[in-house]
């Protein structure tokens, strides 16, 4: 037979087992950026970082930004995101054509990827979301400052579970790839549930010692 204090003692750690258990899968579902998200902060972050490196500032002047791609599906999130980081630096007036003739900023741009990809690392899965975007940029005088792809990569954890969460049915570049979406998803509320169950019951069958 097993005396009070051992099983009291196995009691205890078998409590902290499920805290720590709780906790740990309490954290994994904590709600992260959406995909969407962290593409508009690489691109728009890259974006106003270059601008101040460039000595760019607005000074009440007009800027026209030019789409060399019109094809591309990426084109109207990439030209807002545009239009939003622009606007914040403090452009007052922003067009959309395809001339040059107006002394004014210029800026082409043009979606060259953008892609999520995920990563099995243990019980979590590594995102990587990359981001590139050809940009020149001309000043009132037609000078030519900057003719590059702009990059930038985010590289994280998240929970396998947030998967569904984090992407867009609607927007196929927020979809990742490079992993299987298991029903893991469906089964943790369910493992949370139990786990809070068991602690509970620990704690006051414990406590009835």
Same mark, same amino acid.
């Given at each position: 037979?097993?005396?009070?204090?051992?099983?009291?003692?196995?009691?205890?750690?078998?409590?902290?087992?499920?805290?720590?258990? @709780?906790?740990?899968? /309490?954290?994994?579902?904590?709600?992260?950026?959406?995909?969407?998200?962290?593409?508009?902060?690489n691109?728009?972050?890259?974006?106003?970082?270059?601008?101040?490196?460039?000595?760019?500032?607005?000074?009440?002047?007009?800027?026209?930004?030019?789409?060399?791609?019109?094809?591309?599906a990426?084109?109207?999130?990439?030209?807002? +995101?545009?239009v939003?980081?622009? +606007?914040?630096?403090?452009?007052?007036?922003?067009?959309?054509?395809?001339?040059?003739?107006? =002394?004014?900023? @210029?800026?082409?741009?043009?979606?060259?990827?953008?892609?999520?990809?995920?990563?099995?690392?243990?019980?979590?899965?590594?995102?990587?979301?990359?981001?590139?975007?050809?940009?020149?940029?001309?000043?009132?005088?037609?000078?030519?400052?900057?003719s590059?792809?702009?990059?930038?990569?985010?590289?994280?954890?998240?929970?396998?579970?947030?998967? =569904?969460?984090?992407?867009?049915?609607? /927007? =196929?570049?927020?979809?990742?790839?490079?992993?299987?979406?298991?029903?893991?998803?469906?089964?943790?509320?369910? /493992?949370?549930?139990?786990?809070?169950?068991?602690?509970?019951?620990?704690?006051?069958?414990?406590?009835?010692?």
């Amino acid at each position: 037979m097993i005396n009070g204090s051992i099983k009291n003692l196995i009691k205890n750690k078998f409590f902290c087992i499920l805290v720590n258990l @709780h906790l740990l899968l /309490l954290c994994a579902s904590a709600a992260v950026n959406s995909n969407l998200d962290q593409i508009d902060r690489n691109y728009s972050t890259g974006l106003k970082n270059l601008l101040q490196s460039l000595s760019v500032r607005a000074d009440s002047q007009h800027i026209n930004i030019i789409n060399l791609d019109s094809s591309s599906a990426l084109n109207w999130f990439f030209e807002k +995101t545009t239009v939003r980081v622009l +606007t914040d630096i403090g452009f007052e007036r922003i067009y959309q054509t395809d001339s040059v003739e107006q =002394p004014m900023y @210029h800026l082409h741009f043009k979606p060259v990827d953008c892609t999520v990809g995920y990563k099995t690392d243990s019980d979590s899965v590594i995102r990587r979301i990359k981001t590139s975007v050809y940009l020149k940029l001309m000043n009132p005088q037609k000078r030519i400052l900057y003719s590059d792809v702009l990059s930038d990569t985010l590289s994280d954890v998240i929970a396998k579970s947030t998967i =569904p969460d984090i992407e867009d049915d609607n /927007l =196929p570049f927020t979809k990742g790839s490079g992993i299987s979406k298991s029903t893991f998803g469906y089964l943790e509320p369910i /493992l949370i549930s139990v786990l809070t169950a068991g602690i509970i019951y620990t704690f006051y069958s414990y406590r009835s010692q």
